[in-house]
């Protein structure tokens, strides 16, 4: 299953993680963060010019790049 990219979510969207595309550092740093494969998370707003992501990961607001979105494949609940 490959899924569709976290940036690709438009506010309001919930989806429940699929696989995390990211090389070792940042893949550590958002398993820290509470980003795992079967977690739901919802997209809360996109800031404007390609500016970052508020996504909610249980009860935990983080605010991603949108590069760093990219790598987390997610499956719309």
């Given at each position: 299953m490959n899924g569709?990219?976290?940036s690709a979510l438009h506010p309001g969207d919930s989806a429940t993680i699929v696989s995390i595309h990211a090389e070792e550092a940042?893949?550590?740093?958002?398993?820290a963060l509470?980003?795992?494969?079967?977690k739901q998370v919802e997209l809360i707003r996109k800031a404007a010019f390609s500016g970052p992501l508020q996504v909610r990961?249980?009860?935990t607001d983080v605010m991603l790049r949108r590069g760093?979105?990219?790598?987390?494949?997610?499956?719309?609940a």
């Open positions: 569709t990219p976290l940042l893949h550590q740093r958002l398993l509470g980003f795992r494969s079967g990961v249980g009860t760093e979105a990219t790598k987390i494949k997610v499956c719309k």
